[in-house]
């Protein structure tokens, strides 16, 4: 990586007047940049422009979301009724009606 950042900058003229701090500096910057220039390439090739992966990750978070609170609804509604049921066999058992 070290020698196609180095064959860049003497590309573009600045590779003579750079310390090797600069340059280490210039190597991280681009080290750190490929991630989100790659995943922006991927998602162009894709069809879909960025702004609109925005979007349909929001409606896909949001759904998401809507399914997991009707399962804890649900969840909650059937936990509901056992301790009532719970609740109404001690009871029973209580007053001796079993």
Do not use: C
Request: hydrophobic residues 50%; without cysteine.
């Amino acid at each position: 990586m070290k020698k196609a950042l180095v064959v860049l900058l003497a590309a573009i003229g600045v590779n003579r007047h750079l310390s090797a701090e600069q340059r280490q500096d210039i190597a991280n910057a681009a080290y750190h940049a490929t991630p989100g220039a790659a995943a922006t390439g991927v998602f162009k090739v894709w069809g879909l422009p960025l702004s609109e992966w925005l979007v349909v990750a929001s409606l896909l978070f949001i759904a998401l979301q809507a399914g997991y609170l009707v399962w804890k609804w649900r969840r909650d509604y059937r936990r509901d009724l056992a301790r009532r049921a719970l609740g109404k066999l001690a009871e029973e058992t209580v007053r001796g009606d079993l």
